[in-house]
């Protein structure tokens, strides 16, 4: 544990943290920043600031991912283990068992996964990749890692097969060749089958690429190879020679045996089954087109599309099951992609919502040679995964328990909160549990592998994921694991947009106009707010009651307006064409007052979407309260929202975006606040302002009803400059009265005189724009991309500069407003796009009961801070260091049954620092840019620590998060790295490279959260969570899910005597004698390359440190010592087999040859 003196900090700071341009000069009526010699002059904390965190706490760690696959490519199930592998075009393998049971690895190559085959009972997996290499994966471990690899050099893989209960690999090539491999060793056999020694010599053209292996079902010994141009040969390992060919016109996609070795069914690229029977290989003695329409003249059934996959299983109490994918007519262009079942004479066409990717029948055998008894169907989509139930005639599909509907629509904004109140995951869960779906398989789900246990760190995680549809998902993340409790659609409180409107309506997004940009969450009082797209706020407050109500709405005009555009100097050009040109100018005073009004009929005074006027059935759950809508201004779209904030103690909402800032009080559903950025400054005496209503001499009612103006004030209005339109003073309820257009004009021209008087500080050189390309719609990804890597700071014309002051952080709290303040009192913080950060106090009714009637004031404090780059964050300490929590109101149900005054009375939960302690600096207030983090003293507003966290990037994100009951700041960077810095005294404390940002979808979704937890999209379908926790990485073991536990393998049915005699091979096939190296010598050095895989070390070294690392590598051990004496066992076994054959073959010999002469020899 280290002390941190104040005094010695502050006698230093001038050295140990050079200030830079960014101690330039204060704003109006505030200290900004002081150099560090200065700063001591305020008077030193009573007190030493404990700082806990070092270094030790903090490790990066990936934890696991949740989602669908992204691009699946490949499938397969071990029957034993009852786990499923899934192959992705990244490289990346999924693999999931019961819930909880869900493990992400990735190929260091990054190439497709073409295929993937489980070492069924073995806790092993192999995996082909389109760079031509085959994987040992160890799936003994909690992380699973790569065993041997085995590159080709001179060929290319196109399948694989690896029979059950054999440790030889069949590996089948483009060039038409089959190669065997040692799992074991994952070393080539010498013994390879050439395609032109399996095709009959006479064959003039190449069979194309090997597309199937399979060994007979009856006769391990025997192979059957399918060739893309429709040739089949069956090969006779032992004897290496083909014991028979079938041809057939048509290109082969899959094969599938009948258990009992007799029969296969092929598949084709004509939409066409053929049936063939190994006694007469000629032609196939049955031939369907499932999907084709029969010709009336008795003409073969006109082609379909290829059947891609066929799979043929057998039922001892009934017919077999056929199933496919593919193989639909063409004359049916527009049918959905879909999965056949041919079960006897009935025929089942399921039809799924994306292209199928693959499907694997579940068998109750892992043995080919039984009935097989299939029992469900795994389908795996391009972006689903379905499991069909074959047990119920009606083909149900099961729940899936798996949380792979992140982006059933794209994922637009993410928030996570991590140790939140325990009560509130049971009740999102119970209202969402009422929406579940019906018509589900009452079966258990069937992927039901491995083991997992909640582990020793389990506290309440909530994941907010918002979406392009305007949907809101709640997630449960407790325990590493993520399950959906509730959905809430945020479009429900507009009309919908009928078909052909687009162009006739306000709409300024095409596509998605509910995306969801923003939201804010109080688990504490569970108010919750949603920032649309469309320039809309709603918020919603939780009720455990369904109700039918209408739904208030408020419009804000906060709008630039443009009258003479103001073209800048040819040396100012600003280097932002693409997202300058978007933006309106300032206009100039000078302008003619006629000039807007002659210009016709233009979109003026309209939202964008159009709330539902009648009464609306709201269930259980949130329920929208109030929507804010900006508003068309003069043909002038609303700009998009690029900051938000709530506050349920105060009953405020707070919003910004490049044009201005408005507050809004939703208690009384009054607008407080409608103002442009630079107003907010206020002038060098702020209190001489007279009050006014912030929506240009209009009122409301009673809060909604809006009131007609007088043509002469509208058409004065309009060509007033748009940041004095509002003055920026007291803001209060709708009754106050707005002044007269004479006053306003005049206190326009002094307020531009002052904006462009000394009293501005000199801060407009740093312009930064990340606020503004980070916050643009999913639809616009590409010019976020280009504008991103673009130069972050510029010289741009004042015009252009102050049009584009975004407000990009707000934060309502308990504190200081003013230097000589002795108490503290309701501020909001504001932070701007170009590093200004101002207070406005709050002032709210004494009383709760006055609450409901009595105006709020807000007004401009005068105090101004600046920062380097645009402002990312706040967050306040009290005076020994501990993290702030902003006041709230507890929760209660706002349509409870209980009446009465005590339910009536608001609970409100301040915690603000003590107030009678002498004057001194009673607080510190964390404020986080794009490029540096500051601490400050209030109220004396002293600058105690600076960090310049970066100069050649921006950060994206950061956070004030709790860890191991301390307090730190969390960062990422634009360039990659995640750093954490102590408070108050913003020491390092990590700086890791971890993640290049290589896409806006990494930057619009990271975010931190306490105990050491963060998350990102890692791609359009998959959530990446991740710890900074140096004990969240050494308890991880214990939270992951076992993928390998020990099963007994099924027995084999006993095939009786009668079927042993006549049913098959007598001769038992041994395959180490055939295909090791003894016999088959070794294969070409060139084909291919033995790599040697991490192995188990990568588990140890997961879970190296302390007692964990111990026992696992003590199991590792164990596993391995297991494997070793069951090899042994089986090497010893297979010894005294070939003893015994060799004895028994010698003596053969012996009796064959006893009485010959030499010359009979």
């Known amino acids: 544990m280290k002390k941190f003196n104040f005094r010695k900090v502050l006698d230093g700071l001038t050295a140990a943290s050079p200030v830079g341009s960014s101690g330039s000069g204060s704003g109006a009526g505030g200290g900004s920043v002081h150099p560090g010699g200065t700063a001591g002059t305020a008077g030193t904390p009573r007190e030493e600031i404990q700082e806990t965190l070092t270094s030790d706490y903090f490790q990066i760690c990936k934890t696991v991912r949740h989602g669908f696959p992204y691009l699946p490519t490949a499938l397969a199930f071990d029957p034993v283990q009852k786990i499923l592998a899934i192959g992705t075009r990244t490289g990346a393998i999924r693999i999931l068992g019961r819930p909880g049971v869900d493990c992400y690895c990735q190929h260091e190559s990054g190439a497709a996964v073409l295929q993937l085959q489980f070492l069924i009972n073995e806790g092993a997996l192999v995996s082909a990749c389109a760079d031509d290499a085959l994987h040992l994966w160890n799936l003994r471990q909690k992380r699973p890692a790569v065993l041997h690899s085995l590159k080709f050099n001179r060929e290319r893989i196109t399948y694989c097969h690896l029979p059950f209960q054999s440790k030889w690999l069949y590996v089948g090539t483009e060039r038409g060749n089959t190669h ?135 039922c001892k109490n009934s017919e ?90 794209p994922v637009t904004c993410t928030e996570y909160f991590a140790d939140c109140p325990p009560d509130l995951i049971p009740v999102l869960y119970s209202v969402g549990a009422k929406h579940k779906k019906q018509g589900y398989s009452n079966k258990e789900w069937p992927i039901i592998g491995g083991a997992w246990n909640l582990g020793a760190q389990t506290f309440p995680e909530i994941i907010i994921t918002g979406h392009a549809d305007g949907s809101v998902k709640f997630w449960d993340a407790s325990a590493i694991t ?50 649309g797209v469309s320039a809309y706020v709603i918020i919603y407050r939780f009720s455990k009651h369904e109700v039918n109500t209408e739904i208030a709405s408020l419009e804000v005009r906060l709008q630039c307006e443009v009258e003479d555009i103001i073209t800048p100097e040819p040396e100012t050009n600003p280097p932002f064409p693409d997202s300058s040109s978007q933006l309106p100018s300032l206009k100039s005073l000078s302008g003619s007052t006629n000039t807007v009004a002659c210009e016709g009929m233009m979109k003026d005074s309209i939202p964008c979407l159009n709330v539902k006027a009648r009464p609306v059935r709201m269930p259980p759950g949130y329920q929208a309260d109030l929507i804010i809508q900006l508003v068309w201004v003069d043909g002038e779209p609303p700009q998009q929202i690029t900051s938000l904030a709530v506050n349920s103690a105060y009953g405020l909402v707070a919003f910004g975006n490049c044009n201005g800032l408005a507050i809004v009080d939703f208690m009384q559903k009054t607008v407080l606040l409608s103002m442009g950025t630079l107003d907010l400054y206020g002038s060098s005496d702020p209190y001489q302002r007279q009050p006014r209503s912030p929506r240009k ?3 409301f009612a009673a809060g909604l009803t809006e009131l007609s103006d007088s043509p002469v004030s509208l058409e004065l209005e309009r060509c007033k400059s748009p940041t004095s339109d509002h003055v920026n003073g007291h803001c209060t309820s709708p009754t106050s009265q707005s002044c007269s257009s004479g006053k306003r004009l005049s206190s326009a021209d002094v307020l531009r005189a002052n904006r462009r008087g000394p009293g501005r500080p000199p801060f407009r050189k740093a312009q930064s724009a990340a606020c503004m390309e980070i916050s643009l719609p999913v639809t616009t990804e590409e010019n976020r991309e280009s504008s991103f890597s673009r130069s972050r700071s510029s010289s741009v014309s004042s015009i252009d500069r102050d049009s584009k002051e975004a407000i990009t952080a707000l934060y309502f709290m308990e504190s200081f407003a003013r230097k000589n303040d002795s108490a503290v009192s309701s501020c909001l913080w504001v932070g701007t796009g170009l590093g200004m950060v101002i207070i406005l106090s709050l002032n709210l009714p004494a009383s709760d009961d006055l609450r409901q009637s009595e105006p709020v004031m807000v007004s401009p404090s005068g105090t101004v801070l600046t920062m380097k780059g645009a402002v990312l964050t706040f967050a306040c300490l009290d005076c020994m260091g501990t993290l702030t929590h902003q006041p709230y109101e507890v929760w209660r149900d706002p349509y409870s049954a209980d009446d009465g005054d005590k339910t009536r009375k608001r609970k409100l939960v301040m915690q603000s620092p003590s107030s009678s302690q002498d004057m001194g600096d009673h607080q510190f207030a964390v404020i986080c840019s794009e490029k540096q983090a500051k601490v400050f003293s209030l109220p004396s507003q002293t600058c105690l620590y600076v960090h310049n966290i970066t100069e050649t990037s921006f950060l994206l994100r950061a956070d004030v998060v709790t860890l191991c009951n301390s307090v730190c700041l969390a960062c990422f ?61 050494d308890n991880l073991q214990d939270m992951l899910g076992d993928l390998f536990t020990p099963v007994e393998t099924p027995e084999a049915q006993n095939r009786g005597f009668l079927k042993g005699l006549f049913g098959g091979s007598g001769q038992a096939f041994d395959r180490e004698e055939l295909f090791g190296e003894a016999t088959a010598g070794k294969a070409s050095r060139s084909l291919a390359q033995h790599i040697p895989g991490s192995g188990g070390i990568e588990g140890v070294r997961g879970a ?17 010592r297991g494997q070793k004496l069951g090899e042994l066992d089986e090497r010893t076994a297979s010894m005294m087999a070939s003893a015994e054959a060799f004895s028994k073959h010698a003596h053969e010999v012996m009796l064959k040859y006893k009485d010959k002469k030499w010359y009979q020899f």
């Open 697 to 699: 001499s209009r009122q």
């Open 973 to 1033: 960077c634009a360039n990659g790295h995640i750093m954490t810095l102590s408070l108050p005294s913003l020491r390092p404390l990590l700086d890791i490279n971890y993640l290049p940002v290589t896409d806006m979808r990494i930057a619009r979704t990271f975010c931190f959260t306490n105990e050491g937890q963060a998350l990102y999209l890692s791609s359009p379908t998959e959530i990446q969570r991740l710890t900074y926790s140096q004990e969240m990485c």
């Open 320 to 409: 077999p099951f056929v199933i496919f994918s593919g193989g639909l007519s063409y004359d049916k262009p527009c049918r959905r992609p879909s999965l056949t079942i041919m079960h006897g004479k009935a025929i089942t066409v399921l039809e799924m919502d994306h292209p199928i990717v693959d499907f694997l029948t579940l068998c109750e055998t892992p043995y080919p040679n039984e009935f097989q008894e299939p029992y469900a169907v795994v389908v795996l989509l391009e972006k689903d995964l379905i499991v069909v139930d074959l047990t119920q005639s009606n083909f149900p599909i099961f729940e899936n328990p798996y949380p792979i509907d992140i982006h059933e629509s």
């Open 180 to 314: 065997i491999v040692n799992i074991e060793s994952f070393i080539l056999s010498g013994y390879v089958i050439m395609w032109n020694k399996a095709i009959e010599l006479s064959t003039k053209t190449h069979p194309g690429p090997v597309v199937h292996l399979s060994d007979s079902p009856r006769d391990e010994g025997k192979l059957l190879i399918g060739y893309e141009n429709g040739t089949i040969v069956f090969w006779d390992l032992r004897s290496k020679r083909a014991d028979l060919r079938a041809y057939y016109d048509e290109a082969i996609h899959s094969v599938a045996w009948h258990h009992e070795g007799k029969q296969f069914m092929c598949s084709h690229s004509d939409g066409s089954l053929t049936l063939w029977n190994l006694k007469s290989p000629n032609r196939p003695f049955q031939t369907t087109i499932p999907h084709g329409k029969i010709q009336r003249d008795g003409k073969k059934p006109e082609s379909c599309k290829p059947i891609l996959k066929v799979e043929y299983k057998t």
């Open 482 to 531: 993520l399950q959906m409790l509730y959905k809430l659609k945020t479009s429900k409180v507009f009309e919908k947009q009928k078909v052909g409107e687009g162009k006739a309506t306000a709409e300024i997004v095409e596509e998605d106009p509910f995306a969801v940009q923003m939201m804010y969450w109080c688990p504490e009082s569970r108010i919750f707010c949603v920032a």
């Open 1104 to 1120: 190296a440190g302390g007692v964990i690392g111990d026992l696992t590598r003590a199991r590792i051990a164990l596993d391995e």
